[in-house]
C-alpha cells in the first residue's frame, strides 16, 4: 500500500510531467534559439569572423566546408555550410557593416528552415556583445524528436559562440 501512495505522489507526476513536455515540444512546429556572449575582443575582430563565410571552416568546428554558389541572372551568392548531418544552404537577408547580419537557411532537402540574426555591439574598445537568434520551422517529425534530444543540450548557436570566443581569446 505505501509503495503503492509513494508511486502515485512521487513517481508518476513528473513522469507524466515529462511525457507532455515531450509531446509538446514535438507537436511544435516553430523554434527559437537565443544566445547572448561577450568576447573580449574589438568588434571589428568579431565583425570580420562572423562576416566572412569562407574563414568559418578554419574555426568554427562542426563546419568542414563553405562553398559559394552563385545563382539567377543577378548572380546572387548562396552559400552551403558541410560538416553538420546535411548541408546547410543560407543566404544573406540583411547586413549593417559591424552591426547586423541576417541569414536565411535552409537545412537539407528543407526539413528545417529560418532565420540567424546575429547582432554585435561594442562595450567598450575591447569587449564585443555578441546576439544570436535563430529561429525557423521543423517540418519531420523525426527531426523534430533529435532537435529535442540532441539540440539542448549541443546547441549549434551556442557552438558557434564558443568557437568565436576561443579565436578572439588571446593567446
Given at each position: 500500500?505505501?509503495?503503492?501512495?509513494?508511486?502515485?505522489?512521487?513517481?508518476?507526476?513528473?513522469?507524466?510531467?515529462?511525457?507532455?513536455?515531450?509531446?509538446?515540444?514535438?507537436?511544435?512546429?516553430?523554434?527559437?534559439?537565443?544566445?547572448?556572449?561577450?568576447?573580449?575582443?574589438?568588434?571589428?575582430?568579431?565583425?570580420?569572423?562572423?562576416?566572412?563565410?569562407?574563414?568559418?571552416?578554419?574555426?568554427?568546428?562542426?563546419?568542414?566546408?563553405?562553398?559559394?554558389?552563385?545563382?539567377?541572372?543577378?548572380?546572387?551568392?548562396?552559400?552551403?555550410?558541410?560538416?553538420?548531418?546535411?548541408?546547410?544552404?543560407?543566404?544573406?537577408?540583411?547586413?549593417?557593416?559591424?552591426?547586423?547580419?541576417?541569414?536565411?537557411?535552409?537545412?537539407?532537402?528543407?526539413?528545417?528552415?529560418?532565420?540567424?540574426?546575429?547582432?554585435?555591439?561594442?562595450?567598450?574598445?575591447?569587449?564585443?556583445?555578441?546576439?544570436?537568434?535563430?529561429?525557423?520551422?521543423?517540418?519531420?517529425?523525426?527531426?523534430?524528436?533529435?532537435?529535442?534530444?540532441?539540440?539542448?543540450?549541443?546547441?549549434?548557436?551556442r557552438q558557434f559562440l564558443d568557437c568565436l570566443e576561443k579565436k578572439v581569446r588571446p593567446s
Amino acid at each position: 500500500m505505501i509503495e503503492v501512495i509513494y508511486f502515485l505522489i512521487v513517481v508518476l507526476p513528473p513522469v507524466i510531467l515529462g511525457i507532455m513536455l515531450l509531446i509538446s515540444m514535438l507537436t511544435r512546429k516553430n523554434y527559437t534559439i537565443k544566445e547572448s556572449r561577450v568576447v573580449d575582443a574589438p568588434i571589428e575582430s568579431v565583425w570580420q569572423l562572423v562576416s566572412d563565410f569562407s574563414k568559418y571552416p578554419s574555426w568554427v568546428s562542426y563546419i568542414s566546408l563553405m562553398e559559394e554558389k552563385l545563382v539567377g541572372p543577378e548572380r546572387n551568392s548562396i552559400w552551403v555550410q558541410h560538416g553538420s548531418i546535411l548541408p546547410v544552404e543560407f543566404s544573406v537577408k540583411e547586413f549593417i557593416p559591424k552591426t547586423k547580419l541576417v541569414t536565411e537557411q535552409v537545412l537539407g532537402a528543407g526539413p528545417i528552415s529560418g532565420l540567424r540574426e546575429i547582432q554585435i555591439k561594442s562595450l567598450s574598445p575591447s569587449q564585443t556583445q555578441i546576439d544570436i537568434v535563430q529561429s525557423g520551422i521543423i517540418k519531420n517529425s523525426i527531426l523534430k524528436l533529435y532537435i529535442v534530444l540532441f539540440h539542448y543540450r549541443n546547441n549549434p548557436v551556442r557552438q558557434f559562440l564558443d568557437c568565436l570566443e576561443k579565436k578572439v581569446r588571446p593567446s
